[in-house]
């Protein structure tokens, strides 16, 4: 379908990626090259009887549509809706489910996913099966007519497991048409992979890491082709009030404008880092290295490796100094930043896992996680090198 121009309402040319992610129309009276912010929690109607396009913010604000028409285009979507994070994103997606329903989800899901899934299985009677997606037999042979969502996440976030999801999508579709296929996109941002593309029913990311850019807001957005099920996650939306507020949706906005540029130089110095570690002997996880076990698989369905990689060091102490001893890259959890991050997942984002969880899935407890942003590579490396000699993980 050809993208529709917010000014003329008319479909126009669909744009190559790079140039649909700053091209914009005017869309206000005044024709401003960036779109204003509607500071507005209400809007007065013309009468007694004629309702305007926007009433109540909660319901509708002409900033959120502006980022939202934006994003449908970017994302290849019929509808996108922006919500106040990514949490808030699977939230709005898990309230489609009902007591009964089971979920298949991957085990090694982001921390926060797994601390809601953990909270519906308990809470609201829903089954959720925790398995190895990288198998894909381990998905198919849980299906059952009970399954109400399969949720994927590719390349996993630390261990940066991959997992087939054309394949996986195809046989949940011709299996049970009604199970519904999600995919959490954050690590590979609408650069990196389209999972609408392939049959996926509903694509969310975390708008607070590739999407932002600069980590100053938090936000989610989840994208549709099925603009039924577009009203029934608006419906939610506008049920709980997570819409993404005025000011915030600004602030994407003007983060997404840079998506591409900033990816490609964070993917770029990834690369780079990952390829000096995987030389000093280091176990690395990232896709963009042949060494990855599904470097295969992932660039079957992916354009980009991403900017996100592991390593280990063999010792958490070791791993706790080198974290410590470096300077340039920041301890933050979280990612798609223009700065560099560096964390241990164990003590940081996947904290809330139940430690004999994160042995059962294999998560290393000495693992560090890295967060390449868009610095200068050799001194993101000089700086990683004397943090790594400092700790005695390498030799001068
Ligand atoms: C950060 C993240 C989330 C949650 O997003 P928030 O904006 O922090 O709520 C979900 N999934 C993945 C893969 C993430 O990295």
New binding site residues.
């Given amino acids: 379908m050809a993208p529709l121009d917010t000014e003329t309402k008319e479909h126009r040319k669909q744009y190559k990626l790079e140039t649909e992610i700053v091209y914009t129309a005017p869309t206000d009276q005044y024709r401003s090259s960036s779109t204003p912010i509607y500071q507005t929690a209400t809007f007065k109607q013309a009468s007694g009887t004629e309702m305007g396009e926007y009433d109540y913010t909660r319901s509708g604000n002409p900033s959120r549509t502006d980022l939202e028409n934006h994003l449908a285009r970017i994302m290849r979507a019929t509808r996108v809706l922006a919500v106040t ?4 994103a ?1 939230d709005v997606i898990s309230r489609l489910l009902k007591p009964g329903d089971e979920v298949i989800a991957g085990d090694d899901l ?1 921390g ?2 797994n601390r809601l899934l953990t909270f519906l299985s308990a809470n609201w009677g829903i089954t959720v099966y925790h398995v190895d997606t990288t198998i894909a037999a381990n998905v198919i042979d849980k299906l059952s007519e009970n399954t109400a969502l399969v949720l994927l ?1 590719s390349p996993t ?1 630390p261990l940066i497991k991959i997992c087939d999801i054309p394949y996986i999508t195809k046989v949940v579709k011709e299996k049970y048409p009604n199970a519904l296929v999600a995919v ?1 996109n ?2 590979m941002s609408p650069i990196g992979m389209n999972p609408l593309d392939v049959g996926v029913d509903i694509v969310y990311e ?1 708008a ?2 590739f999407l932002g850019g600069h980590h100053s807001l ?1 936000a ?1 957005v989840l994208a549709v082709k099925s603009a039924e099920l577009g009203d029934k996650l608006y419906f939610v939306i506008n049920s709980t009030g997570c819409g993404l507020a005025p000011f915030d949706c600004w602030l994407l906005h003007q983060g997404l404008k840079t998506l591409a540029i900033r990816f490609e130089r964070a993917q770029e110095n990834a690369q780079k880092v990952a390829e000096f570690l995987e030389d000093r002997g280091f176990k690395v996880r990232y896709p963009g290295l042949k060494s990855h076990p599904q470097y295969n698989l992932h660039w079957t369905m992916a354009r980009a490796a991403g900017s996100v990689l592991s390593f280990e060091t063999g010792s958490v102490e070791m791993s706790e100094q080198v974290v410590s001893g470096a300077r340039l890259w920041g301890i933050s959890v ?1 990612f798609g930043c223009v700065n560099s991050l560096i964390s241990m997942p164990c003590k940081m984002s996947h904290a809330s896992i139940d430690p004999k969880v994160r042995a059962e899935r294999a998560l290393p407890e000495d693992l560090i996680r890295l967060c390449v942003g868009i610095e200068d590579v050799t001194d993101l490396i000089d700086d990683l090198k004397t943090a790594l000699v400092s700790a005695n993980a390498l030799k001068e």
């Fill in positions: 994070s990514g949490m808030s699977m982001y926060g996913t996440e976030n959490d954050t690590m975390s607070t890491k938090m989610g979280s």
